[in-house]
């Protein structure tokens, strides 16, 4: 699938002004609770979907557009800095990093489909989902620091660690700052190590994108690159979660993160990774196969599992296919 964001970028923000109110100031924290915005013509703001409320480890309330049968914890990585993350299971651990723009919580399918063998620990990035979010550090190097701070705390010496798109980049910053004695295995699920280089974005485009992140259409430009996650025939509450759970990273700091991610160059740091490694890609995914190929070719002796277009392979297959996603997760743990 050829990503057109130039395309895109221009329909969103005709979408907005005709029909969000762009002048009204607060139209952001209106959209969130719900409430009118100023201007507003022919569209309903949406509305959040049934929710579930756990306690965090900070005694605040949080919710999800969706049921999710796992437990919510906390732990100080660094002064004033809590990383939160769900947890279910037991057994050999597997530490799950969502993408840039994501949150833990959309790994509901393997917290809920893999805790019978395996300890899942789902965990929120610096920004993202319920972790806190500090007014700076958002830059790879920070991420993984934060990750090696979190391995620490909870004496993970152990894991497979499993990275989807701009998780990938966090994991092999941490190789590359800490080196893999801690990781047992890493999946690296659909990720461009360089989305300029790779073709998903010309600099143009991805310039436009970080504009639009953090400029007066940002509501409206994170539906439509929310969406391009899922397939074009994905459920209207998949879309929904996709898209409210993202928007729990501040949109100044999405910015700030996709421009690291669009401009940065991972590909030489595949060369740190000396452990079992699973590669996953999607054949109807943004990210093309033979991006995810090259990563495969990368890592001697990884493997390599494409998920088909009728099985749920588009970005977010681990939403989309989780079926197999999990057989492969499982079939790959058990392995080493």
Not at 42 to 48: D, G, Y
Not at 52 to 59: A, E, P, V
Not at 230 to 259: I, Q, V
Not at 276 to 296: A, E
Request: neutral net charge; aromatic residues 10%; charged residues 25%.
């Amino acid at each position: 699938m050829t990503l057109l964001l130039a395309e895109v970028f221009n329909i969103l923000r005709d979408w907005y002004n005709n029909r969000a109110g762009r002048d009204d100031p607060k139209a952001m924290d209106k959209f969130e609770r719900g409430e009118k915005i100023e201007g507003q013509k022919r569209i309903a703001v949406p509305r959040r979907q049934r929710s579930i409320t756990s306690k965090s480890t900070g005694g605040s309330a949080v919710s999800a557009p969706f049921s999710l049968r796992a437990e919510l914890k906390g732990v100080e990585v660094a002064p004033g800095m809590t990383l939160r993350y769900w947890e279910a299971g037991a057994g050999r651990v597997l530490v799950m990093l969502p993408g840039l723009g994501h949150a833990a919580s959309l790994y509901k399918h393997q917290l809920e489909g893999l805790c019978d063998e395996v300890r899942v620990i789902a965990l929120d990035p610096r920004g993202h989902g319920e972790s806190d979010k500090p007014e700076r550090g958002y830059n790879y190097h920070t991420l993984a620091k934060d990750l090696d701070g979190f391995l620490r705390a909870l004496d993970l010496n152990d894991a497979t660690i499993l990275g989807h798109s701009g998780g990938c980049k966090i994991i092999l910053t941490y190789l590359e700052l800490y080196g893999g004695s801690r990781l047992r295995a890493i999946v690296f699920s659909d990720d461009s190590p360089c989305h300029v280089r790779d073709g998903i974005f010309s600099a143009e485009q991805a310039l436009a994108a970080i504009d639009a992140f953090q400029g007066p259409d940002a509501i409206a430009f994170s539906k439509g690159f929310s969406d391009q996650s899922l397939t074009d025939d994905a459920e209207e509450l998949a879309k929904e979660a996709f898209y409210r759970e993202g928007l729990k990273l501040p949109r100044p700091y999405m910015a700030k993160l996709f421009r690291w991610a669009a401009f940065g160059d991972w590909w030489d740091a595949y060369a740190l990774v000396k452990v079992p490694t699973l590669v996953i890609g999607g054949r109807v995914s943004k990210v093309p196969v033979k991006i995810t190929q090259g990563i495969h070719e990368a890592v001697p002796g990884s493997s390599f599992v494409v998920f088909e277009a009728d099985e749920g392979g588009g970005h977010a297959m681990f939403w989309k296919g989780p079926q197999k996603y999990n057989d492969s997760l499982r079939t790959f743990m058990r392995s080493y």
